[in-house]
């Protein structure tokens, strides 16, 4: 142990001169001869994926002084459980582990690997920490020290700023465009100064009033896009902190920032609200601290040393209507470009500043940024009446990096669509008042390079014209670049059928699409808001696909911003619509929290929005009468053949859905109530449920379990049953009836946002998981695979949006809309098997659904424990099942002993057994448990379930011979 102990202190210096790389590869030469035999004493492994809070690895510029850690025991170490864990915080490197002087967890005897809260001392802005951690197994042996992980925060309150915001002196008039919205032309702000000493090191903190870009010396700060991303700006405003040592020279230094209207000052939102935003003018905010070698401090922030310039090569950028870049007005001069020092200011004005509110927090960004994530090259290009069109073969949001030839004084003009017409041209149908239109003016000759700054469009399909038509356009002048927040993807599916494959891909895709800073419905048209009941539908199953934890977690701090004096939690957050509160949307602020915290097992999660959840129930139980809810709703909006006279609302009686949803939310805020530890509120919310569930019952339900309220829907049953609202004897009665709505749409869905997602869940829970799987594979309209067969390669907001037969629906409506694909959820829990049994899967359950729609599944998921995977094969005699189960959890593995199939039914189901012969890693399991890894055996009716440690399995079936 001490060997290695003094090895990890040498890293400190280390640390500082060579960085994290050099430390891992040493770290992997010491354990290389570590483990050579040499030297027996040396401890295994320690904890590796350290993070803090939602997911952050070694952030810069954090937000949370009072952070919480988790890491992961080594998979393959022979480290099952974790008995006990120490943690030490320091303020140096050096320091560790032996001398922590922010904190010495000391030996804790807990198997929590995961939001160990900080009990150290207070952390201040700028602090810089520094952790490690080690833990004891299940035999009580210390692991040791992981590597090092290390945190900065960032300006924590106003207090640490001294900037004020700055925006160009006299503005070029505000122009409204065709819907009478506002115009700004974006901005050049520049400052010099000088830094005469060495620099240690320099950190830039910085935000806006719309959207920035800033440059040091000639070069970008960062790579994030469309910063700061969006908040409810009127009381918080995320900054960004970047690590820019490198980029400050001794001598004279350029500090440049470029500025466009974003989500705040531009056209965003509906129209009754675009007036508003007249008033509102781009600014910017930065701060930038040099540090000398000597210890002494510069610090250069926005303030009337400033010029800003709105003659730049930027004429335009909107987020809806694109971007206008004329290179003749590029600030180059023979000498220096305009964020170069030395550069030529002579026509540039001076600044306006104001001072910060100080009402208006600024905070450190809570969650990822936005970036350049993926690229995607054309796949064919057409001719199309003068025009090129170009195809990506994938619908994406994002921007067109082009590269192509352009003769001086043309103008490149770029549009973007979702789909082509059927002779080839753009579709733009679907995109409402979004332009969705670049455009790029050559000053000379020649290849033109360019990729927008401050817009992003959504699109398969890139029209262009005005290029040098001595040349034949090429597939490489066009690639798409794929932009949305920065999180890990954590979660894949992979199955037999190419059909449920590729809608695996659009639910993907639609994540990719619609999580850019904040959560939206659709990312193309004139809306891409934040709106709460596609969150609702869609949390649980992003949660499987990314790491968006944190994503989420800081969304619902604008949620919690934006809640209404009277309780009410607003339809689209950031709210852009006004006071809209509706069931089954605004119960996202309850929902979310529940979905996270039962996906990653973070109780913080349900502490910081507990007041916003309950202030919630207040709301609701303001809309009730006789505990039957009026409250507002649009219903189960876009259910398919809705006879109702506005068709989208969809045809489930709206008290019905208000009410289900109250109940719900209690039953939520009960059991978070519990988890959080408050006996007094879970017994009162508790009671509550029950009291809001007979209710329920009692009025909508008869005695034969028969809904005898409003239209007999499918949703209606769905919310009653998912919800679990009905006791147990009259939900059985629903079963028929349910079954009969099915029938009735010939085996097809008539669910629109709110009953869509409980489909298959009900149905499983019911016991007719073949009912389920029959309708996940129905091909016809309208059904999940549906818009696959019309190929799709995203969720669309409408099953029919666009048929091979007819082309575009009248209302095709948005062709990335995620909310459907909350179906995800149960394709990963159930068809390839992998879901939570206790909070953040400590404990897993591995259960599949073996079905004759398929031949093979599989999933894996990087769990805040490591990785779980659950695939599953079969062929004639045998089922073969793969499981990993990662330390520190265990598993319930069901072994099914059934093929469901197209006609399986409860009676049937002895005609399809799958084997009796049961193996677990090459060991015959009989009555008794004898395998390695096995702790126990149980036989159920339909499954054969047994307990693992943590591990890797083999399982596999076959029928006696
Ligand atoms: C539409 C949005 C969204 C839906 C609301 C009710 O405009 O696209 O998906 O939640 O209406």
């Known amino acids: 142990m001490f060997v290695v102990y003094t090895r990890f202190t040498r890293y400190g210096n280390l640390f500082r001169q060579c960085g994290p790389v050099a430390i891992i590869l040493l770290c992997a030469g010491l354990l290389a001869c570590s483990y050579s035999g040499e030297n027996a004493t040396v401890a295994s492994p320690g904890p590796v994926e350290l993070k803090i809070n939602q997911g952050f690895v070694n952030p810069l510029g954090f937000y949370d002084a009072t952070p919480n850690f988790s890491w992961q025991l080594p998979p393959h170490s022979g480290a099952v459980n974790q008995t006990g864990y120490q943690l030490v915080v320091a303020s140096k490197p050096g320091l560790l582990p032996e001398q922590p002087d922010l904190w010495d967890s000391k030996r804790v005897t807990s198997a929590q690997s995961t939001f160990v809260d900080y009990e150290g001392k207070p952390l201040a802005s700028r602090q810089k920490v520094y952790w490690q951690v080690r833990f004891w197994d299940q035999q009580g042996r210390a692991s040791g020290w992981s590597d090092m992980a290390r945190f900065e925060l960032g300006l924590l309150s106003n207090q640490d700023w001294q900037a004020r915001w700055i925006e160009i002196d006299s503005q070029q008039p505000v122009t409204l465009n065709n819907f009478d919205t506002p115009v700004h032309v974006p901005q050049h702000l520049r400052t010099e100064f000088s830094a005469e000493k060495t620099v240690r090191q320099a950190r830039l903190y910085v935000t806006a009033k719309g959207v920035f870009e800033a440059f040091l010396n000639g070069k970008r700060v960062g790579e994030d896009v469309l910063t700061p991303g969006y908040t409810p700006y009127k009381k918080r405003i995320e900054t960004l902190t970047y690590d820019v040592s490198e980029l400050i020279e001794q001598g004279e230094n350029a500090f440049g920032i470029q500025l466009a209207e974003g989500w705040y000052a531009g056209r965003f939102g509906p129209k009754r609200h675009w007036y508003k935003k007249l008033g509102l003018t781009p600014k910017v905010f930065a701060q930038l601290e040099i540090e000398y070698t000597d210890g002494s401090k510069h610090v250069v922030v926005t303030d009337d040393n400033w010029q800003a310039t709105q003659n730049g090569p930027v004429r335009t950028s909107g987020l809806y209507d694109g971007e206008a870049y004329d290179a003749n007005h590029e600030l180059t001069s023979d000498t220096a470009s305009w964020h170069q020092a030395g550069y030529d200011t002579r026509n540039w004005l001076g600044v306006k500043t104001s001072a910060l509110e100080p009402e208006v927090l600024l905070q450190p960004k809570r969650h990822f940024t936005v970036k350049n994530k993926q690229t995607l090259p054309a796949i064919s290009l057409k001719q199309v009446a003068g025009k090129t069109v170009f195809d990506l073969g994938q619908n994406m949001v994002g921007v067109a990096r082009i590269k192509l030839p352009m003769l001086k004084g043309q103008t490149l003009e770029m549009r973007f669509g979702e789909g082509v017409n059927p002779d080839g041209s753009l ?228 008290s019905l859905i208000s009410t289900a949803f109250y109940a719900r939310s209690l039953d939520l805020v009960a059991r978070s109530a519990k988890v959080l530890g408050k006996q007094q509120d879970w017994e009162h919310y508790e009671q509550l449920f029950t009291q809001a569930r007979q209710t329920f019952q009692r009025h909508f339900f008869d005695e034969q379990g028969r809904l005898q309220v409003g239209e007999q829907t499918q949703t209606a049953y769905l919310l009653a049953i998912g919800f679990d609202l009905l006791d147990e004897a009259t939900t059985q009665k629903t079963v028929p009836h349910l079954l009969a709505q099915f029938d009735a749409a010939g085996g ?37 695979l549906y818009s696959v067969s019309q190929g799709a390669t995203t969720m669309w907001e409408r099953w029919d949006g666009y048929t091979r037969e007819n082309g575009y629906a009248n209302k095709a409506g948005s062709l990335n809309h995620y909310a459907y694909g909350a179906v995800g959820q149960w394709l990963y829990e159930r068809i390839a098997g992998i879901s939570p049994l206790s909070a953040g899967y400590q404990t897993i359950r591995i259960a599949p659904l073996i079905t004759e729609h398929l031949t093979s599944a599989q999933a894996s998921y990087q769990s805040p424990y490591g990785l779980i995977h659950s695939g599953w094969k079969r062929n004639a005699g045998e089922l073969t099942m793969e499981v990993v189960v990662p330390p520190n959890t265990h598993a319930l593995i069901e072994i099914p002993k059934y093929l469901l199939g197209a006609d399986s039914t409860l009676d049937n189901k002895s005609l399809r057994t799958l084997g009796d012969n049961l193996q677990v890693n090459g060991i015959f399991l009989s009555e008794e448990v004898s395998a390695k890894g096995v702790k126990n055996m149980s036989a159920g009716l339909s499954t054969t379930t047994i307990e693992v440690e943590p591990g890797q399995y083999q399982i596999t079936l076959t029928r006696k011979s």
């Open 748 to 784: 097809h869905l008539r669910t629109g946002f709110l009953g869509t997602p409980l489909i298959a869940p009900v149905l499983d829970k019911l016991g007719r998981a073949d009912v389920a799987l029959d309708l996940v594979f129905k091909q016809t309209y309208p059904s999940w």
């Open 427 to 654: 579709y733009t149908k679907n995109l409402g008042s979004a332009g969705q239109r670049d455009y790029y003016t050559a000053n000379k000759d020649g290849v033109v390079e360019w990729q927008p700054q401050f817009t992003f469009h959504g699109f398969r399909y890139v029209e262009i014209s005005g290029f040098d038509s001595n040349f034949e356009p090429e597939l490489s002048w066009v690639t798409g670049v794929v932009q949305f927040t920065d999180f890990a993807m954590t979660g894949t599916f992979a199955s037999s059928s190419p059909q449920l494959n590729q809608l695996q891909s659009n639910i993907e895709w639609g994540l990719k699409g619609n999580f850019l800073d904040i959560p939206t419905d659709c990312p193309q048209r004139s809306e891409r808001l934040g709106w709460t009941g596609d969150a609702l539908a869609f949390a649980n199953t992003s949660l499987f696909i990314a790491d968006s934890h944190a994503f989420w977690a800081a969304w619902l701090k604008s949620l919690r911003e934006e809640q209404f004096e009277n309780h009410g939690v607003p339809v689209v957050v950031p709210n852009e619509v006004g006071d809209i509160v509706q069931a089954g949307w605004s119960d996202a602020a309850v929902t979310i929290p529940w979905d996270i915290y039962w996906r990653t097992g973070d109780k913080n999660v349900l502490a910081e929005n507990y007041p916003m959840m309950t202030r919630w129930i207040k709301y609701h139980q303001s809309q009730l009468d006789k505990g039957i809810s009026n409250m507002w709703t649009v219903g189960d909006w876009l259910q398919p053949y809705s006879r109702r006279e506005d068709s989208r609302r969809g045809e489930t009686d709206h």
